[in-house]
């Protein structure tokens, strides 16, 4: 019943930073259903596993970092524009990867590691 649609991805130097958007959406979809389900991002490089990188709770009361972004990533959501956000800053190479934005009625925090709904995906890449 969510559809996701990514965008923001692209080429940056090392340092640089980016901020990466994901847009719901679907069938009788309101902007208010946004509150219903915890959002989040995932990425996934060639040859690896895909990770989590961030989350938020339904209300945005809570977010959750993985270890290898804390410090540099900043995830947001604005459920009346029914997009959520993730400021990446201090891009390193290891960031490099296909990102993924994710939807559940589920808050997982940290341990988040699947979703009811995925996006289609947005390059980052990040270049020395």
């Known amino acids: 019943q969510v559809q996701l649609v990514e965008s923001g991805g692209g080429l940056v130097q090392a340092g640089g930073s980016l901020r990466l958007s994901c847009a719901a959406s679907?069938?009788?979809?309101?902007?208010?259903?946004?509150?219903?389900?915890?959002m989040g991002w995932f990425r996934q490089a060639p040859g690896m596993e895909r990770e989590f990188v961030a989350g938020i709770s339904r209300s945005g009361g809570s977010t959750v970092y993985a270890d290898s972004v804390k410090g540099r990533a900043i995830i947001s959501r604005d459920n009346a524009k029914n997009t959520v956000y993730l400021q990446m800053n201090s891009l390193k190479p290891e960031d490099t990867a296909i990102y993924y934005c994710a939807a559940d009625g589920f808050w997982y925090g940290s341990s988040w590691s699947r979703a009811a709904y995925w996006g289609q995906g947005t390059q980052v890449t990040v270049s020395s």
């Open positions: 679907g069938r009788t979809f309101s902007s208010y259903a946004m509150s219903s389900y915890a």
